[in-house]
C-alpha cells in the first residue's frame, strides 16, 4: 500500500516514531510541497492530511484516483466534504492525537508576551530606546479559561502555578467538574467580568462562532487581555480591533484568525497592543509525535479492518 503524508512544509513526519512503524508496513512517501495538481497525490491509495493544510472538497476528491482512505489528523474538519467522499468510496478515519501541551503552553507564552509587552519592547531595545514601564505580574491575578478541555485543563495547571486564581466556563461545565479540575465555575458573562485574562480554548461549532461579541467584549475589564489559541471565529473580529483600538482592553494575544494567513494590511496587524504568532499553537515536537503516532493507529486499524472484511 502506498501512503503520502501532505503538506509537511515544516520537515516534521520524517523522524516520528509514527512513521518509523508506518514504513514497517506500508510505503510512504511525504510531501513537503504544496500542491494544485490533483494528479500529485492520484496513485496513492491512502492520504494522511496534515490538519487542514489541504481542502478536500468535491472537486478534489473526484479527481484523486486509487486514494481509499484519508487519515484526518486532529478533530477539526471542515476542510472534508464528506458526502463527496462518501460518494467517491474514499473511507475518512480520524487520527486525534492530543496537542494540548504545545497549546497550553503557548497560551501563557503568549499572557506573558502581552501583558509584559515583550515583543514590543524588543524592538524598542534594537531602536536603542530605553524606557521600561510598569507592567503586570500574573501572581495574584485571575486567568478565565474559555473551554476546559485538555488545552483549558493543562494552561489551567501553569496558571495556578504562577499563583493566579483560575475560573472556568463551557457549555457542558458545571460546579463540580470545574472544581474536580481545580477551578472555580464562573457563567460566562461573569468570568469576562472579573478575569484578568481571558484564555480561549473552546472547538469552534455554531454555538461558540461569534461567542466573544462586542457585548461580552465591553464586559471585560479594560486592564484585561484576551488570548485565543483555539479558532478565530470564535471572537468577532471587527469588535475585537474596536476594543483594541479605543483602549476598553489592554491588549490581545492571538495565533488564530478568521482568515489564515492573515492579510497583511490586517487592521490587526497595525494594533500595537497586540502579539500576533501564525497558528503555532499545534506545530511542536511533542504535537507531531503525538500526531504520526495517532495517524499510524489509525491506519493500522483501517488495514486490519478492510483485511478481516475481505
Known sequence: ?????????QGAWAQTDGVRRMRERVDVTILTEPFDDPAVISGYDGLIA?????????????ALDGVRVIVQTGKHNPHIDFAAADDCGIAVVTASGG??????????????AVTRQIPMLDAAVRRGEWLPPSTPVM?????????????????????????????AWSRHLNAETAAAAGTTYRELDDLLREADVVSIYASLNDDSRGLIDARRLALMKPTACLINIARGP??????????????RIAGAGLDVFDAEPLPADH???????????????????????????????????????????N
Open 50 to 62: 496534515n490538519r487542514e493544510r489541504t481542502r478536500f472538497d468535491r472537486q478534489l476528491l473526484e
Open 267 to 309: 487592521p490587526l496587524t497595525r494594533c500595537p497592543n497586540v502579539v500576533l504568532t501564525p497558528h503555532i499553537g499545534f506545530p511542536t515536537d511533542h504535537g507531531y509525535e503525538q500526531f504520526s503516532t495517532a495517524a499510524c493507529d489509525a491506519l493500522f486499524e483501517y488495514l486490519d479492518t478492510q483485511q478481516a472484511t
Open 139 to 167: 501572581y495574584g491575578k485571575t486567568f478565565g479559561a474559555v473551554g476546559l478541555g485538555r488545552v483549558g485543563r493543562h494552561a489551567a495547571r501553569i496558571a495556578q502555578s504562577f499563583g493566579m486564581r483560575v475560573l
Open 234 to 247: 470564535i471572537v468577532n473580529e471587527a469588535a475585537l480591533v474596536a476594543a483594541l483600538d479605543e483602549g
Open 99 to 112: 496537542y494540548s501541551i504545545g497549546a497550553a503552553e503557548l497560551s501563557i507564552g503568549l499572557t506573558l
Open 1 to 9: 500500500m502506498r501512503i503520502a503524508i501532505l503538506d509537511d512544509y
